[in-house]
């Protein structure tokens, strides 16, 4: 019964993952919190409607800031306060950060 939290989910792999895990039966995925920056996507949303609580969105709007990312932290620690009563299983920080270049390929910043 392990409980999730999944970063970039209105979209993408993290959609995908959201998707496959509530396929799961609740004996082996009790709880996924997805994140979404902003508006959860319809498809998310739908996701979450038809689960029976065993995922909550939390937005997310920012994960550079450090402000939006304890702010999703406190809710997430209430989700599984309430729904689980333990702490959280397994993180996957899916959400991607990409920083933008106006020049070329030698001004770019290595990461």
Same mark, same amino acid.
């Given at each position: 019964?392990?409980?999730?939290?999944?970063?970039?989910?209105?979209? +993408? /792999?993290?959609?995908?993952?959201?998707? *496959?895990?509530?396929?799961?039966?609740?004996?082996? !995925?009790? /709880? !996924? @919190?997805?994140? &979404? *920056?902003?508006?959860?996507? &319809?498809?998310?949303?739908?996701?979450?409607?038809?689960?029976? +609580?065993? @995922?909550? %969105?939390?937005?997310?709007?920012?994960?550079?800031?450090?402000?939006?990312?304890?702010?999703?932290?406190?809710?997430? *620690?209430? !989700?599984?306060? /309430?729904?689980?009563?333990?702490?959280?299983? %397994?993180? %996957?920080?899916? &959400? +991607?950060?990409?920083?933008?270049?106006?020049?070329?390929?030698?001004?770019?910043? !290595? /990461?």
């Amino acid at each position: 019964m392990s409980s999730y939290l999944i970063t970039g989910c209105s979209r +993408g /792999l993290g959609l995908a993952l959201v998707t *496959r895990l509530s396929t799961l039966p609740e004996s082996e !995925v009790s /709880l !996924v @919190i997805a994140t &979404a *920056r902003g508006t959860p996507s &319809a498809e998310l949303q739908k996701l979450s409607d038809h689960s029976s +609580g065993r @995922i909550s %969105i939390i937005e997310l709007e920012d994960v550079t800031d450090e402000t939006s990312v304890k702010g999703a932290v406190k809710e997430a *620690r209430e !989700v599984l306060r /309430l729904k689980r009563k333990q702490g959280l299983d %397994i993180l %996957i920080n899916n &959400a +991607g950060v990409i920083c933008r270049n106006t020049g070329n390929i030698e001004t770019m910043l !290595v /990461l």
